[in-house]
């Protein structure tokens, strides 16, 4: 897979793929700008080898629709402030005004087209549509890793029109990082994975148990996995319809060695609300009608001696329902033991990096990933078609 660096840019279109799914406030001003900045060192590279820049990003759920409350009119503004040089928001992704602007470009220009998804061919990966846009650059640039798991128009398509295209830096570390943690890691390994639904990450748990030393589960999805050794969970959230498999990665767990970690104590709630009841119980004393919302004290510490000796840590998922301050203590402190360690730390997923920014950590974890959905699809040991089409 080429890099942005193994390719001659001076003079050429360079259409980058980039995230810039920002979210905003109701006044439409950026509120995170972390995605953009993210890709910075892409596109001040692209600059400085004198290419005209194009980005392309798609912005919230449009649906094919043409909703100016998701244009990318007010990112186009920010990266201009940031770059310090005009960014011109062209009419749409596609059209003869769009390829008229960027015709018109010079070295050094950036464009940046409308949201992809204005277009539910975006979506479709539909041919016709990404030849459209692939004629207006000369080189594909892939920089968005938090959308290379979907095969749409942009991530695959394009590409596919388009002889020469590259990683670009963001891409790159985010692959370099995770090959380091899940292929070559200094061990023990450990994987802390939490979150609400076991039915979304069973493939990548699986697949973490050929890798991993240690393994520590929790939030909601621990449930689940209590339940199918017979303790009773109250009105916890429960997949019942996984019950069966949960007992059978028990038992895979143990017959490979993989040191497996579950709750033994939790923060219960008599209801879903920041003001509702709570009170410490052990995991065998879940009352009738509560819900196991965080895990404990006792489990707190259970964790963070699993965690003591790991040279590395894959992080996927917070331990409860932090964003209520009442549920928030066990996640937090998986934070701190996490930023803590001499391990190499890498995060991933929007809950599990927003649970470390929360906590003020967020400079101490070696590398907090872009891609919730494109790490889980790396974790369960599949490939990335967004990747994948970069090596052709």
Same mark, same amino acid.
């Given at each position: 897979?080429?890099? =942005?660096?193994?390719?001659?840019?001076?003079?050429?279109?360079?259409?980058?793929?980039?995230?810039?799914?920002?979210?905003?406030?109701?006044?439409?001003?950026?509120?995170?700008?972390?995605?953009?900045?993210?890709?910075?060192?892409?596109?001040?590279?692209?600059?400085?080898?004198?290419?005209?820049?194009?980005?392309?990003?798609?912005?919230?759920?449009?649906?094919?629709?043409?909703?100016?409350?998701? /244009?990318?009119?007010?990112? *186009?503004?920010?990266?201009?402030?940031?770059?310090?040089?005009?960014?011109?928001?062209?009419?749409?992704?596609?059209?003869?005004?769009?390829?008229?602007?960027?015709?018109?470009?010079?070295?050094?220009?950036?464009?940046?087209?409308?949201?992809?998804?204005?277009?539910?061919?975006?979506?479709?990966?539909?041919?016709?549509?990404?030849?459209?846009?692939?004629?207006? *650059?000369?080189?594909?640039?892939?920089?968005?890793?938090?959308?290379?798991?979907?095969?749409?128009?942009?991530?695959?398509?394009?590409?596919?029109?388009?002889?020469?295209?590259?990683?670009?830096?963001?891409?790159?570390?985010?692959?370099?990082?995770?090959?380091?943690?899940?292929?070559?890691?200094?061990?023990?390994?450990?994987?802390?994975?939490?979150?609400?639904?076991?039915?979304?990450?069973?493939?990548?748990?699986?697949?973490?148990?050929?890798?991993?030393?240690?393994?520590?589960?929790?939030?909601?999805?621990?449930?689940?996995?209590?339940?199918?050794?017979?303790?009773?969970?109250?009105?916890?959230?429960?997949?019942?319809?996984?019950?069966?498999?949960?007992?059978?990665?028990?038992?895979?767990?143990?017959?490979?060695?993989?040191?497996?970690?579950? @709750?033994?104590?939790?923060?219960?709630?008599?209801?879903?609300?920041?003001?509702?009841?709570?009170?410490?119980?052990?995991?065998?004393?879940? @009352?009738?009608?509560?819900?196991?919302?965080? =895990?404990?004290?006792?489990?707190?510490?259970?964790?963070?001696?699993?965690?003591?000796?790991?040279?590395? =840590?894959?992080?996927?998922?917070?331990?409860?329902?932090?964003?209520?301050?009442?549920?928030?203590?066990?996640?937090?402190?998986?934070?701190?033991?996490?930023?803590?360690?001499?391990?190499?730390?890498?995060?991933?997923?929007?809950?599990?990096?927003?649970?470390?920014?929360?906590?003020?950590?967020?400079?101490?974890? /070696?590398?907090?990933?872009?891609?919730?959905?494109?790490?889980?699809?790396?974790?369960?040991?599949?490939?990335? @078609?967004?990747?994948?089409?970069?090596?052709?």
């Amino acid at each position: 897979m080429n890099t =942005i660096r193994d390719l001659d840019l001076q003079g050429k279109r360079v259409l980058v793929r980039v995230d810039f799914n920002v979210p905003m406030d109701a006044e439409k001003n950026i509120s995170d700008d972390i995605r953009i900045r993210m890709a910075l060192p892409t596109i001040n590279y692209i600059l400085e080898q004198g290419a005209k820049l194009i980005l392309c990003s798609h912005m919230g759920r449009p649906k094919g629709e043409r909703l100016m409350e998701f /244009s990318l009119g007010p990112v *186009a503004a920010h990266l201009a402030t940031i770059l310090k040089r005009d960014v011109q928001l062209a009419p749409d992704c596609i059209g003869e005004e769009s390829e008229a602007l960027v015709e018109a470009m010079q070295a050094g220009d950036v464009v940046m087209l409308e949201n992809l998804r204005f277009h539910q061919e975006e979506t479709e990966n539909n041919g016709t549509f990404a030849e459209q846009i692939a004629r207006m *650059a000369d080189v594909y640039v892939n920089d968005a890793f938090a959308v290379s798991h979907r095969a749409h128009a942009s991530v695959v398509g394009v590409p596919a029109c388009v002889a020469e295209k590259a990683a670009g830096k963001l891409l790159q570390t985010e692959m370099d990082f995770f090959h380091k943690v899940m292929d070559a890691p200094v061990r023990p390994l450990v994987a802390l994975v939490g979150g609400a639904k076991v039915s979304s990450k069973l493939g990548a748990l699986k697949n973490m148990l050929e890798k991993v030393d240690v393994m520590i589960i929790g939030g909601a999805m621990a449930n689940t996995f209590l339940k199918s050794q017979g303790v009773d969970m109250g009105a916890s959230k429960i997949e019942d319809d996984l019950l069966d498999s949960a007992l059978e990665f028990v038992k895979e767990a143990k017959g490979k060695g993989v040191k497996l970690y579950l @709750p033994v104590d939790f923060v219960v709630a008599d209801r879903f609300a920041g003001d509702a009841v709570v009170k410490n119980v052990t995991y065998r004393d879940v @009352p009738e009608g509560w819900m196991a919302l965080d =895990i404990g004290p006792a489990s707190t510490i259970f964790f963070q001696e699993a965690m003591a000796d790991a040279r590395t =840590i894959v992080w996927n998922g917070p331990m409860g329902a932090f964003e209520m301050d009442a549920f928030a203590r066990g996640t937090m402190a998986m934070c701190q033991a996490v930023a803590s360690s001499h391990a190499l730390s890498i995060t991933g997923g929007g809950d599990s990096n927003a649970a470390v920014k929360k906590s003020g950590e967020a400079a101490n974890i /070696s590398y907090m990933s872009t891609g919730g959905g494109a790490f889980l699809t790396l974790m369960e040991g599949k490939t990335l @078609p967004g990747v994948e089409i970069l090596k052709e």
